[in-house]
């Protein structure tokens, strides 16, 4: 599902490049946890796939398209195979948890009839069924993320990537939260989530890949957060 | 996307952006305002240069014994050359439409009725009046055919074309349509750098929305499409409202003075004739100019 093949990534302004030769395969339906310290490279990977940004060296394939060689004007149709979840949450305030979500399918011109059969299937699987008319401010930090999740997977994405998505929450809220995504995994998704969360790596005991430096570390299945070296 | 989304988040926003759409529509509205009294000032001076041309004549002076014209040295016209002269204007038909003899007690009489209070013209007599022939032309612009033919014939004391007053008057109403036009310009500029300056704050403001757009797989268009949208909304109610104030000065400006004098003036047919233009003009530029922004200061 994902490829990466010997690629590094410098920024524009920097002399040092964020990630230094990856190589690596993440297979259809899997969870992995991306781990590291801060500036380890981890949200480069997550936007190397996500096709923000373009590898420096080396070649880059997420759901069978090669990203070096893939035209702009093909990069909306990737995109509409991943869903994002960021830390921030990233919702529209002025809009209720029901048309947040709707959002997502009404930019791509999905039917209202859809819309209105869709949107309250993923809510009720996140676990906000009834809260459809609150407002982003109404809503708990944990709730804010599970509206972020049901909109990343109201599209029924092949890919869903989580750049910290616990790293506003509280730990018990986080596990609901990784244990939402893990749900979610199990309904084919393939989940690449990044994380500081050692409790939460520790406790669901997936596939870890950790960075360090920008260089790929590690790449143990049944990971831990950190092993004793 | 739907249509109905579409037009339901382009309310949303300009009601949020009120501001900015009232000024984009009232800058819109002066440049086009400008652009259409330019253009209606040209189409009043073809009006009035249709009108008048019709009825201009070219004037050929015979000369009198007391004419002191340099082709005069050899006195009064005499019977044979005004008869040759009359032959020659019948040759030239149809250019020469017809040809009015004014003998000098008419041209006497038409002076005196012109300018019967005036002292200057007082003490004149019949025969210090150059007799005439008045001719009117198929085709006014050929004025030229007329006076090289005629200037320095015997018995000819001088071929006065009347388009010679009326020109300077029409190149004044044009230089004023072509200042109008100019301050247009300079007003579309305006309008252009506003629309651009608003677009770059919209995207600015709007960035959360066009993100969650691009992430979950909006295209490039999509994702403009609103921004170009809304400004097109403003710059034709822009536009709509300077038809409007267009109208009103037509209909109750210009239709008051053409109640009052004998002259061709435009009409509210002409603003509806300039309105297109001006509506596409507008909306091109607001496009063009909300492309090209949008091209630079949005991420798709």
């Given at each position: 599902m994902i490829r990466f093949e010997n690629v590094s990534k410098t920024y524009r302004?920097?002399?040092?490049?964020?990630?230094?030769?990856i190589s690596l395969q993440v297979g259809r339906g899997e969870f992995v946890f991306v781990v590291g310290q801060s500036g380890s490279g981890k949200s480069t990977l997550l936007r190397l796939i996500l096709c923000e940004e373009a590898a420096s060296a080396g070649d880059v394939l997420v759901a069978g398209r090669e990203l070096s060689a893939l035209p702009s004007r093909k990069v909306p149709a990737l995109r509409r195979e991943i869903g994002t979840v960021f830390q921030d949450f990233r919702l529209l305030p002025n809009k209720n948890v029901f048309q947040n979500v709707a959002f997502a399918l009404q930019v791509l011109g999905t039917s209202p009839h859809t819309i209105r059969a869709v949107v309250p299937e993923t809510l009720e699987l996140v676990g906000l069924g009834g809260k459809e008319k609150r407002l982003p401010h109404q809503l708990s930090g944990g709730e804010q993320q599970r509206v972020a999740i049901a909109r990343a997977f109201v599209n029924k994405p092949a890919i869903l990537l989580a750049d910290e998505p616990t790293g506003n929450l509280d730990p018990t809220t986080s596990l609901d939260i990784v244990r939402l995504l893990d749900r979610i995994n199990r309904t084919g998704t393939t989940i690449v989530m990044a994380t500081h969360d050692e409790g939460i790596v520790d406790q669901l005991r997936k596939r870890v890949l950790e960075l360090d430096n920008g260089e790929l570390v590690r790449d143990q299945?049944?990971?831990?957060y950190e092993v004793q070296r | 996307m739907r249509l109905q989304f579409i037009l339901s988040e382009i309310w949303i926003d300009l009601r949020r952006n009120r501001s900015m759409a009232i000024s984009v529509a009232l800058v819109t509205m002066v440049s086009v305002l400008f652009l259409g009294i330019g253009l209606l000032d040209q189409r009043q001076v073809d009006a009035l240069k249709g009108y008048w041309y019709d009825r201009v004549q070219v004037s050929i002076f015979l000369c009198t014994a007391r004419s002191d014209l340099p082709n005069c040295s050899a006195g009064a016209v005499t019977e044979s050359q005004r008869n040759q002269i009359r032959r020659q204007l019948d040759a030239m038909r149809p250019l020469v439409k017809s040809v009015f003899p004014e003998s000098q007690l008419q041209a006497y009489d038409r002076l005196k009725a012109q300018y019967k209070d005036s002292p200057t013209y007082r003490d004149i007599m019949p025969s210090q009046m150059p007799e005439s022939f008045r001719v009117q032309l198929s085709d006014p612009t050929k004025y030229d055919v007329i006076t090289s033919s005629f200037?320095?014939?015997?018995?000819?004391?001088d071929v006065q074309d009347q388009r010679r007053i009326l020109d300077p008057l029409f190149n004044l109403l044009r230089g004023l349509s072509f200042g109008a036009l100019a301050l247009a310009s300079l007003m579309v500029l305006c309008s252009v750098l506003l629309v651009a300056t608003t677009i770059r704050q919209m995207a600015f403001s709007r960035r959360r929305e066009t993100g969650i757009m691009r992430l979950v797989g909006a295209s490039a268009f999509n994702i403009q499409l609103p921004f170009i949208l809304e400004t097109l909304v403003a710059t034709v109610v822009g536009s709509a409202l300077a038809t409007g104030v267009l109208w009103a000065l037509v209909r109750y400006g210009i239709g008051y003075l053409g109640t009052r004098l004998p002259i061709n003036f435009i009409t509210t047919a002409d603003v509806w004739t300039v309105t297109p233009w001006l509506v596409a003009t507008a909306a091109g530029l607001a496009i063009l100019t909300a492309w090209v922004t949008l091209r630079r200061y949005l991420r798709v």
């Open positions: 302004r920097s002399s040092q490049p964020a990630l230094r030769d299945v049944r990971g831990v | 200037t320095g014939a015997p018995g000819v004391g």
